[in-house]
């Protein structure tokens, strides 16, 4: 049955006495920290000297300690360095200064799901992932609103971790908006899919096969350009604010009717069937191994993959084509 917990669901007075360490001020990270403190919580960031993340914790009225001090300060340590990271940091940093109550906290189950992070039996672990990047949960708070967020418990030392997970959440603003409950292999799993299947690795194939495909026919690389990855924005932002059938129904009849008559078409029962393989290999750990071993040895496979993508011509078009779109330009 589904949980979803808002405000009165949870106490924030449960932090009052606590220290809460940030490890890793990027865009979570400094969305988290800011918010934590206007919520009356006492918290230490992490950050590494000479990075521009601890230049922008300075600025914003923190004084980064390492991450062996602010582990020995905290109550409540928040993991939120890239994943790749987190094993290392945990053993050089965390685990030595953990002690019977504390607390850890993710935002992203990765290391716990699949073991390259293993807490002493006697903290309570757990997770408040909101699914949106830092900077809309610090714009959502300073509304007054929140961003809709997951809570898992992986491990209850204390008998209080989901209660204490709660009163993060809502220092954060997210039971403003709803925070329901998961465990750390459901939100991996799903992530990691939704990444590789759809979000990212679906996205980026189907957007490079439409431009390769019209190119090839003929066509000039911008008008495909446009047809094929421009303008997908517009039907991504309609999905978002209205659901797949509100798109349909805010897109012209010819689009809407080549929508539902040939989306089929492209994705068949042989992706379908790709799609289960991909889940296979991230239930299964497959995948995990795999980027672990990859970062392991120094990252070959994924720089020569992010180099060969950097070469395909879209990329030129596209550089070119947003020179003219003064709105993009920060």
């Not at 096969?209 to 303008?231: C, N, S, W």
Request: glycine content about 8%; hydrophobic content about 40%.
């Amino acid at each position: 049955m589904l949980k979803i917990y808002y405000d009165n669901d949870a106490d924030i007075g449960l932090l009052k006495d606590k220290t809460i360490a940030i490890i890793g001020y990027g865009i979570q990270g400094r969305g988290q920290a800011l918010c934590l403190r206007d919520s009356g919580c006492k918290v230490v960031v992490s950050e590494l000297e000479g990075t521009p993340n601890f230049e922008q914790a300075k600025k914003d009225g923190f004084n980064p300690v390492s991450a062996i001090e602010a582990a020995k300060q905290a109550d409540i340590i928040q993991i939120l360095t890239q994943d790749h990271a987190q094993a290392k940091v945990y053993k050089e940093a965390i685990k030595p200064n953990l002690k019977k109550g504390k607390a850890l906290c993710f935002s992203h189950g990765f290391n716990i799901r699949f073991k390259q992070i293993k807490p002493s039996k006697n903290i309570d672990v757990f997770m408040i992932a909101p699914k949106g990047p830092g900077a809309l949960v610090r714009r959502m708070f300073e509304e007054g609103k929140g961003v809709p967020s997951l809570v898992a418990v992986y491990q209850d030392a204390t008998g209080n971790a989901k209660q204490l997970a709660l009163a993060y959440a809502k220092a954060i603003g997210a039971t403003r908006a709803g925070v329901i409950e998961t465990t750390f292999e459901e939100e991996t799993e799903t992530d990691l899919f939704g990444e590789q299947a759809v979000l990212c690795g679906g996205v980026t194939e189907l957007i490079k096969a439409g431009f390769d495909t019209l190119v090839e026919a003929g066509y000039q690389p911008e008008i495909a350009y446009f047809e094929v990855l421009h303008e997908l924005k517009l039907i991504t932002d309609l999905i978002q604010e209205t659901g797949i059938s509100g798109m349909r129904r805010r897109v012209s009849n010819t689009a809407c009717y080549g929508d539902l008559s040939r989306g089929p078409k492209i994705i068949t029962e042989k992706t379908r069937k790709a799609m289960k393989k991909i889940l296979k290999d991230v239930k299964s750990g497959k995948f995990a191994r795999e980027w672990i071993k990859e970062n392991e040895a120094a990252r070959p496979v994924f720089n020569e993959l992010l180099k060969k993508g950097d070469t395909h011509p879209i990329e030129e078009v596209g550089k070119k084509l947003r020179e003219m779109m003064p709105w993009m330009k920060k």
